[in-house]
């Protein structure tokens, strides 16, 4: 039997990483996919929007488990500029893939690089799902961590990324997205809903939240394709 879109977010949510650790834009034409967006190299959590990253998921929902994978790390802005950053700092003048070319191509070839071998580093498979975890240790990026995962058999695609400590809080959340369609509350964290459905995809945003101080700890996004002669997402 299919699972309820909210019971399955929430499973997602709990297949990529614990809970330990826990203490309107206008929707996209419905006649077409995500068109792609570009930002800053540093990101803050004010910056951030769970929409910008529509445009790789849905590419990824429609491919095998490690390509999706790649095609969602590697558009990531959040991991791009954390790479960036790291590639830049161990640069010597002159050196490669530090060489100045005007259009930067030399070091986005050196992230896609970085970003590919992080994947062959760290996918893995459990219960039927393909995953990748990385951690972000680095400044000013508003987040420790970034998760991206699909299921082996469905057309959907998930990324995760968890924030840092007092980096944006529910007040904020509200304020850029307006109230949530659903709000979940647990024993130890709420969860905020958001959502934004077309004819070729359906996708949600659940932010995760620490009741007692109001924080922001967890965005967890999906993305599910659509049948395109029933307009469902068929799981």
């Given at each position: 039997?299919?699972?309820k879109?909210?019971?399955?977010?929430?499973?997602?949510?709990?297949?990529l990483?614990?809970?330990?650790a826990l203490?309107?834009?206008?929707?996209?034409?419905d006649?077409?996919?995500p068109?792609?967006?570009?930002?800053p190299?540093?990101l803050?959590?004010?910056?951030?929007?769970?929409?910008?990253?529509?445009?790789?998921?849905?590419?990824?929902?429609?491919?095998?488990?490690?390509?999706?994978?790649?095609?969602?790390?590697e558009?990531?802005?959040?991991?791009?500029?954390?790479?960036?950053?790291?590639?830049?700092?161990?640069?010597?003048?002159?050196a490669?893939?530090c060489?100045t070319?005007?259009d930067?191509?030399?070091?986005?070839?050196a992230e896609?690089?970085?970003?590919?071998?992080?994947?062959r580093?760290?996918?893995f498979?459990?219960?039927?799902?393909?995953?990748?975890d990385?951690?972000?240790?680095?400044q000013?990026?508003?987040?420790?961590s970034?998760?991206?995962?699909?299921?082996?058999?469905?057309?959907?695609?998930?990324?995760?990324?968890?924030?840092?400590?007092?980096?944006?809080?529910?007040?904020?959340?509200?304020?850029?997205?307006?109230?949530?369609?659903?709000?979940?509350?647990?024993?130890?964290?709420?969860?905020?809903k958001?959502?934004?459905?077309?004819?070729?995809?359906?996708?949600?945003?659940?932010?995760t939240?620490?009741p007692?101080?109001?924080?922001?700890?967890?965005?967890?996004?999906?993305?599910?394709?659509?049948?395109?002669?029933?307009?469902?997402?068929?799981?």
């Amino acid at each position: 039997m299919a699972m309820k879109p909210m019971i399955c977010l929430v499973m997602m949510s709990l297949l990529l990483s614990g809970f330990a650790a826990l203490g309107s834009r206008a929707a996209s034409s419905d006649n077409s996919q995500p068109s792609s967006t570009s930002g800053p190299v540093e990101l803050s959590a004010d910056d951030f929007d769970w929409r910008d990253m529509l445009p790789s998921l849905y590419e990824a929902a429609g491919l095998p488990a490690e390509e999706g994978i790649k095609e969602m790390l590697e558009n990531s802005r959040v991991l791009r500029a954390y790479v960036a950053t790291d590639i830049q700092a161990q640069c010597k003048p002159g050196a490669q893939p530090c060489g100045t070319k005007s259009d930067g191509s030399m070091l986005q070839a050196a992230e896609t690089r970085e970003i590919d071998e992080i994947v062959r580093e760290g996918i893995f498979r459990r219960h039927k799902i393909t995953r990748v975890d990385y951690p972000l240790t680095g400044q000013p990026f508003p987040f420790t961590s970034i998760a991206a995962a699909k299921t082996q058999k469905h057309r959907d695609a998930y990324l995760v990324l968890d924030f840092t400590e007092h980096s944006y809080t529910a007040a904020q959340l509200q304020e850029k997205y307006g109230a949530p369609y659903d709000t979940i509350i647990f024993q130890w964290f709420s969860m905020y809903k958001y959502r934004l459905d077309t004819k070729t995809y359906a996708a949600r945003a659940a932010f995760t939240i620490n009741p007692v101080d109001g924080e922001v700890r967890r965005v967890t996004i999906s993305l599910k394709r659509k049948d395109r002669a029933t307009g469902s997402t068929g799981n």
